[in-house]
């Protein structure tokens, strides 16, 4: 089978070329692309495999350093509730000391309160007493003097009368 290019004009040639040559040309400047790609996926290819070969450690590491969160969860969660207790039992106390205080503050407290009252009316009415004993005491010696005054004047003047 043999292709005949009969009534071929200049023009279609030219355009052929040209289309030729823009094949060639997006060819050869699709393989250029195709390395540079080639390339990338190689350092991609690179980075991946160094981080595959790192990321094993590092996840054992972070797997280890969960489980020593977790054991040290479980040993606070253990002083948690031992503080629990601690803070329920010292609760406890405080209700009882001030159980306690009530009660001895009504056993003891009203029969001091009575007892220091009475002292105190006690030691006012013997105040009391006292001063109007000091008063009457005084009045009489008042009285006394102004009397023994009277009989003074009285003797003096009768002396004075037998004197005449």
Excluded: C
Excluded at 62 to 84: F, H, I, R, Y
Excluded at 149 to 160: G, H, N, V
């Amino acid at each position: 089978m043999a292709v005949e290019f009969t009534n071929v004009s200049l023009w279609e040639v030219a355009v052929l070329i040209i289309a030729v040559a823009f094949f060639i040309f997006s060819l050869m400047l699709a393989l250029g692309l195709i390395r540079k790609l080639n390339g990338t996926v190689a350092r991609v290819n690179s980075v991946l495999d160094k981080v595959d070969h790192e990321i094993g450690p590092i996840l054992r590491n972070a797997n280890a350093t969960l489980d020593n969160v977790n054991a040290s969860l479980v040993q606070v969660e253990g002083e948690l509730e031992k503080v629990s207790s601690i803070t329920g039992n010292a609760a406890h106390i405080s209700s009882n000391v001030a159980n306690i205080t009530s009660l001895v503050v009504s056993a003891v407290g009203s029969p001091l309160v009575k007892a220091a009252a009475f002292g105190f009316g006690l030691r006012t009415a013997v105040k009391k007493r006292n001063e109007g004993y000091d008063e009457d005491q005084v009045r009489r010696m008042v009285e006394a003097s102004r009397q023994s005054k009277r009989e003074s004047k009285r003797a003096a003047k009768s002396r004075r009368r037998a004197a005449k």
